[in-house]
C-alpha cells in the first residue's frame, strides 16, 4: 500500500491513531470505492488517499475481507517532539 502522508494540521495537533477504510477493488486490483469508516477526521482524507494510490491482489492478505469489500488499516504514528516542562 502507498504511505500515508499525514497532513500538516495532524503533526501540530499530535493526533495520530488508525483509520479504518473499506475499499471495493476491480477485478485488475485497483481500488474502484475506498471510504473512510472511523478515525480521526484529519486523518481520514490522507489514509483514502494512500489506499486509492495503491493496487492489490483480490486475495490481499493484509485486510479483512466482507463480501467483495475489504477493509484495510492505516495507523499513524505521532512522531513530532513535544517541549519539556520546565522544573
Known amino acids: ?7 500538516p494540521e ?11 477504510v473499506v ?5 485488475d486490483g485497483r481500488v474502484r470505492v475506498a471510504t473512510a469508516v472511523s478515525g480521526d477526521p484529519i ?22 475481507h466482507h463480501g467483495g469489500l475489504y477493509k484495510f488499516i492505516v ?4 512522531k513530532t517532539p513535544r517541549p519539556t516542562p520546565s522544573p
Open 1 to 7: 500500500m502507498a504511505k500515508p502522508i499525514p497532513p
Open 10 to 20: 495532524a503533526a501540530k495537533q499530535h493526533i495520530s491513531g488508525i483509520v479504518e
Open 75 to 78: 495507523e499513524y504514528m505521532d
Open 43 to 64: 486523518l481520514r482524507p490522507s489514509a483514502v488517499d494512500a489506499v486509492k494510490h495503491s493496487s492489490f491482489e483480490a486475495d490481499y492478505h493484509a485486510c479483512e
Open 23 to 27: 475499499v471495493r477493488l476491480a477485478d
